[in-house]
């Protein structure tokens, strides 16, 4: 016999869970499916950010930066360390704790808001009188019916063709976060965040990184002048990182990866490694779903169509997060989320896409919103430009983190706030400030005649919307 719900929402991730809690504090009564288990088959929600993306390589990315601070610049704070050893099964188990926590945390936030989880795969049956049925394949089958259904099922890694992942040697993010031992020689394709993110943890830790990116710039997608300054700091901290590679055959051996590769002067090179690590993006997930059941429709990459209020081409089902167009972004589906729940609920919900945060987690972060300099020259708007250097800031002196600069640019007319690109000591933080700002259509001078707490980080925020108006007082 079926069980009814109101809403039913297929995967836990950051898209699906939010989804779920916010339907049911809006009165519905809502089922939430996913599939993801544990080590010993349990339920691990929160999806791939949660699983094997955001918050594990956040772990990791602390433990070696505590180790990099413990061996290299301890001693500029007439800190001695002597002895020096890391234990990398103990920094993963540690990840594994923190992994564990939000799991738990989510399933509690179910139960709290009187959410019903149901474990296993979720797949679409037939269109029924009043909704949709839904099929879920677990421990014990189930049958569910809703009016809506909310698919977040998610995305997952692409492979490089004749290279399919083993997770021993050939690695998705997924082996990359779960390696305990420190490979001597680490080879990544794709400089974009996985391949940053996990090229700082394990050269911290001792490897030797080699990075191969396919395209002649470096963060295509990030503003050219940060971009330059944060290859700038990776290159000095010892990423070898290539551009404009072409990668060919490779092959897998019992002692490592080599990989036949040309250069962007078409030389022909090659690399060994211990591990090579595949970071060239992601394909929406689908897998198992079933949308022909029902004529849910999909696009060439395999991606739900959607339309801006992320409802598909059936009545009641709707699809949210890295399953649809635009950025593979967890806070994206989270807001997409929220936003679904509240239009099921007959409420206006809305996603400001103009205004994403984009964040690179490595040392020094990169994060940005809005356009950048070039995207606005492309587009012939007038602008006004303004940067101020961390290496003025006395804050960023004093933690010894000098590296970067905080960017503005604003409207040459009328002055409102057209992107905040940061590179530099926790610029995941500061650019909320910034997001903020553009929500409202503020314009430089709003930020620069804001009081900013001395000494901070963010008074380099301030600085550089003076800077718009070349009047920096601390630079």
Request: hydrophobic share 45%; charged share 20%.
């Amino acid at each position: 016999m079926s069980k009814q719900f109101d809403v039913i929402v297929i995967g836990g991730g950051p898209g699906g869970y939010i989804a779920a809690i916010r339907a049911a504090q809006l009165g519905k009564n809502v089922a939430c499916v996913d599939e993801w288990k544990n080590k010993v088959g349990g339920p691990a929600l929160g999806g791939t950010c949660t699983n094997t993306g955001c918050i594990p390589s956040k772990a990791l990315l602390q433990s070696s930066e505590h180790f990099e601070h413990a061996g290299h610049h301890f001693a500029d704070h007439g800190i001695s360390v002597k002895g020096l050893s890391m234990d990398s099964a103990k920094m993963v188990a540690r990840k594994d704790a923190v992994v564990k926590q939000n799991n738990d945390g989510i399933l509690y936030l179910f139960k709290k808001n009187k959410v019903s989880f149901f474990h296993g795969r979720a797949s679409f049956v037939k269109a029924v009188e009043g909704g949709y049925e839904i099929k879920v394949a677990g421990a014990a089958e189930e049958t569910l019916v809703a009016q809506h259904v909310i698919v977040a099922t998610g995305s997952t890694a692409r492979a490089l063709p004749g290279a399919p992942f083993d997770e021993t040697q050939v690695l998705s993010n997924d082996g990359a976060l779960a390696m305990t031992a420190v490979p001597k020689k680490l080879g990544l394709i794709g400089s974009g965040v996985i391949g940053l993110e996990m090229g700082s943890v394990w050269r911290r830790l001792g490897s030797e990184v080699t990075i191969l990116e396919g395209l002649p710039t470096f963060l295509g997608a990030v503003d050219e002048q940060i971009a330059k300054e944060a290859h700038k700091a990776f290159v000095k901290q010892g990423l070898k990182i290539e551009l404009g590679v072409t990668v060919g055959e490779v092959k897998v051996g019992k002692k490592g990866v080599s990989v036949a590769w040309t250069n962007a002067k078409g030389e022909a090179q090659k690399l060994d490694v211990d591990k090579l690590i595949v970071s060239i993006g992601r394909v929406p997930n689908t897998v198992g779903l079933n949308p022909q059941a029902v004529g849910l429709q999909l696009d060439e990459r395999g991606a739900i169509v959607v339309d801006g209020d992320c409802r598909t081409n059936l009545p009641g089902v709707w699809a949210v997060g890295d399953v649809v167009r635009g950025p593979m972004l967890a806070h994206k589906a989270e807001e997409e989320g929220v936003a679904v729940a509240e239009r099921i609920a007959g409420q206006h919900g809305h996603v400001n896409f103009n205004t994403i945060p984009w964040v690179i987690y490595t040392s020094p972060e990169i994060a940005w919103v809005g356009r950048t300099e070039q995207q606005l020259k492309a587009d012939g708007v007038a602008y006004k430009a303004g940067t101020f250097p961390f290496l003025a800031n006395g804050r960023a002196r004093a933690l010894g983190d000098t590296a970067g600069m905080v960017k503005m640019l604003a409207d040459a007319t009328t002055d409102e706030i057209l992107g905040v690109h940061i590179v530099g000591p926790m610029a995941s933080e500061l650019i909320a400030e910034c997001v903020v700002a553009m929500e409202f259509r503020a314009s430089s001078e709003d930020i620069a005649r804001i009081c900013h707490a001395h000494p901070t980080l963010s008074e380099s925020t301030k600085e550089a919307a003076l800077a718009v108006a070349k009047r920096t007082l601390n630079f």
